[in-house]
């Protein structure tokens, strides 16, 4: 399918991020700084009793500091859009840009972070030891199988919200959306074929969430760069995909998209053709959510 035209340029994109201020995020205090009176509140010698209060109990944190309104976006940069494994600091901007969301619409204050490791227990271990800062923690851009490990490790080791918005942003919006189109469309959840183009993080969870919705597991079939993730398949496998593996014929999403009323694409721009297209169900639902 033709690439989605952009309505602006790639120099309008970098010098929107460059002016008046390089980035996309600053600081603003929350309390009046006009005073000497207010300089000591807010720092030394009024702030030894907001810290004596949280010594003797954690939780009043959240009562004296921005801790519970407080969210870091933290990567590694190992899968950045669909754009790869670029290094941390090139998920900066996607980084301060998630940031920005937070505050726009939900008035929730957010630091970008970017880790410059792509080893799993040297990230778990940063993001462990900052996690105290921050009410939650939004994971971005790691790819997979790493950041199902990650996840499910600090989740487990945290007393804070994790959350990984490659899998379970975009698998909340997308289900939404596809149960949506069934009732358009007249479809039962347990009649209908699901294609799946992308098997990382964005993929599977999608997978995941609407089986629990409803779809037969066998009426789900999932590719990544190598095809079809089929039962006995060894090539690029691993436990996360083999989940998800299913009894078939189909080798190529062409194979693959015969028949099918539902089509989620979230691999790589221009992996869906006319052909396929035509190749459907009647009335096929197409979710086309590759990056960028």
Do not use: W
């Not at 941390?88 to 929730?108: C, T, Y």
């Not at 009647?282 to 086309?288: N, Y």
């Amino acid at each position: 399918m033709p690439e989605q035209k952009k309505s602006f340029t790639d120099a309008e994109a970098l010098e929107f991020h460059r002016a008046p201020a390089p980035g996309k995020i600053s600081i603003t205090p929350t309390k009046p700084m006009a005073t000497q009176r207010d300089l000591s509140l807010a720092y030394s010698p009024g702030v030894a009793a907001p810290v004596k209060a949280i010594a003797e109990d954690a939780d009043r944190a959240y009562d004296y500091t921005a801790k519970g309104n407080l969210v870091a976006v933290i990567t590694n940069g190992t899968a950045i859009l669909g754009l790869g494994n670029l290094g941390s600091i090139a998920a900066k901007p996607v980084m301060e840009g998630k940031s920005v969301l937070f505050k726009r619409f939900a008035d929730v204050d957010s630091i970008d972070i970017e880790v410059t490791t792509q080893n799993v227990e040297e990230f778990i271990t940063t993001v462990r030891n900052i996690g105290p800062t921050f009410g939650g923690i939004n994971l971005e851009d790691i790819k997979s199988p790493e950041c199902f490990i990650i996840e499910s490790r600090l989740r487990d080791e945290l007393d804070i919200p994790v959350f990984h918005d490659d899998q379970h942003g975009t698998a909340i919006i997308a289900a939404a959306g596809f149960l949506n189109a069934c009732e358009l469309t007249g479809r039962r959840l347990s009649d209908i074929k699901v294609v799946v183009n992308g098997a990382g993080a964005a993929g599977l969870s999608c997978i995941a969430l609407i089986k629990q919705l409803g779809v037969p597991h066998e009426n789900v079939i999932a590719l990544d760069r190598e095809g079809v993730i089929y039962r006995g398949r060894e090539k690029g496998m691993d436990q996360f995909k083999a989940a998800h593996a299913v009894d078939t014929n189909a080798r190529t999403l062409m194979d693959a998209i015969k028949g099918a009323d539902v089509f989620m694409g979230l691999s790589v721009a221009g992996a869906m053709t006319r052909d396929m297209v035509k190749a459907m169900a009647k009335r096929p639902i197409i979710f086309a959510m590759a990056n960028p």
